[in-house]
DNA sequence: TAAATTCGTCTATTGATATAGACATCTATA
DNA sequence: TATAGATGTCTATATCAATAGACGAATTTA
């Protein structure tokens, strides 16, 4: 009967530095509600004990969550939570944006960043039942809530059948708007993939991350009723600023 | 209408080493078939130039991919991916270690670890809904397909109820057997909140991870059909080895 | 007002990370 | 068998990451 392992400590020499992995640890702790908004942290000099590592290294953790807009340090008074828990976004049968948000945030909406039509690389041809090669309208998304990004989409669509979808997407801000436009009244999510990598540089700008942060990555197949695939997508959030709650279909 | 940015550059000053970045990527290009199992890798120099780094730096990365055993490099042939592609772990209402992994692997079983009698923490009270403090069985498991772990969890359970439950599960080594036996034929997964964060000291050792390693976590309640919470647990899962599937409920 | 607490800055030192270049060693092939 | 192409090893240097200690500056508390 082993007790649950004491998750503090820190690894040395892994690519990861120390004060990235405090910065985690930090994040971490405000998620699951260890450190409670709008209350002081520790001092630095109690985190540097209860991590062991050296004063300094807490304060550069602490610098890089202060320039992520997590925390605010104050001299003489302390270092302070700003941010609010983890987006807890819904993921499930009728995952829409613009539902599931509701009462987390005071303000969302999804923006139109680029579309352009293309011809269907493999896994998209795949994803949508087309032939290789066919043309596909991609439109790239940015999903935001109390003006931070959320989440970053690029969504496929058969070209023939969605022409100037992208148009109506521009107008309406929304996907499930845009697809009853053509007819589509209803949608349920066909197949949902979901792993987790360190942000590349275009994470990074896409997202308005600090390098070294990790996002969650879906690619999922969106299908009417009946089963017929009308969107295939990939989509990427900060794991730091989002959880996927995984609801009932 | 822009193109698709391309990913493959590198941060610096990150807090993540360019060397674990690249393995990182590297890992990526396998998983999603760019660079196909049993076969060669482009040599170091196309691989630094293709990164921007240092050759030396990619000699690192792929250094710390070999130890991982992901790869297996040959003097004056080349460098070879052993791996294969990322196990795909089926998330849904029922889902169950032993269904959805057939066909992939060859051997897969459940292990427990620990067990222990203890009072509910404010979570899994809320979870079990049961009064904080309330005694609670908790089962730690580790998931093994092909001799590689490929999960970690906790299990919760009411020990009033399910008293014994340890000893079951050492028997059958299966949580579902195990339920059986307290007369629970069916159960659901009635919610799932999924995150990512790097792995902690103790996903290392738990999970046989390399320290840099990313780990998804799922918190997840089980429950009868009735909606009567069974079970409250948090598993963890390397990414660099699984991606989840969210199958239709 | 004085003291204690806390964050901010500075210097110095050590080890890990990254670059650069040269050359050895092994393998496949012309 | 000679050569090209690949990984392996070595030296050297510059920068980043981490530790250590001292002290300054702002705030709260006694």
New interface residues.
Partial sequence: ?????????????????L???I???I??AI?IGDFAENTALPPEVALAERYGVNRHTVRSAIS?LVQEGVLRAEQGRGTFVLSRK?L?YP?G?RTRFSTGLQGQTSERHIVL????VEPASQRVAEGLGLARGAEVIRL?TRGEADGRAVSRA?GWFEARRFAGIDAVMAETGSITASLARFGIDDYL??????????????????LDL???A???VTVAVNATPDGQPIQFSESRFP?ERV???????
């Fill in positions: 009967m082993i007790g649950r392992p004491a998750a503090d400590r820190i690894e040395r020499r892994s690519g990861v530095s004060w990235r992995q910065a985690d640890k994040l971490h998620a890089a983890r807890s993921i049968a960043l680029a579309s352009s790239e690029a999510r066909q197949s949902t993939v979901l792993s987790a990598r360190h942000a590349d540089a275009a994470d990074l700008a896409d600090q390098p070294g990790i996002v969650l794991a959880e996927l709650r995984l609801s009932a279909l």
